[in-house]
């Protein structure tokens, strides 16, 4: 069975941290790529953060110096390490894992989200 797993998240007070994780399984695919993504009520959902196999990567402008994404391909890892965390943060996070090539996606899946609260 395909499951991507989130965890890690919680309550934290302005200027706290927290580290999520998300463990893929079940995936018959080569995931060259990973991230997080986040979504509040009333808002789309947006991308935060990705790395590839190649350990390239991207981070939305709203993150870059406070969040730092890191994988373990061998076990289908992803962490999300966020630091200095602001009010504005606060959304479920989602796990994606992909398969892109030639620039498309070939194979997608997404986990179920895990909560992240930031108090003010």
């Known amino acids: 069975q395909v499951r991507v797993v989130e965890s890690g998240g919680g309550l934290v007070q302005t200027g706290g941290s927290l580290r999520l994780s998300c463990a893929a399984s079940?995936?018959?695919?080569?995931?060259?790529?990973m991230g997080w993504y986040r979504q509040t009520p009333g808002k789309q959902r947006e991308l935060v953060a990705t790395?590839?196999?190649?350990?390239?990567?991207n981070y939305a402008d709203s993150v870059k110096g406070r969040f730092t994404i890191s994988r373990d391909n061998a076990e289908n890892t992803v962490y999300l390490q966020m630091n200095s965390l602001e009010p504005e943060d606060t959304a479920v996070y989602y796990c994606?894992?992909?398969?892109?090539?030639?620039?498309?996606?070939?194979?997608?899946?997404w986990g179920q989200g895990t909560q992240v609260t930031v108090s003010s």
């Open positions: 079940g995936i018959r695919f080569t995931i060259n790529h």
């Open positions: 994606n894992v992909r398969r892109i090539v030639g620039g498309h996606i070939t194979n997608n899946a």
């Open positions: 790395i590839s196999s190649g350990d390239t990567t």
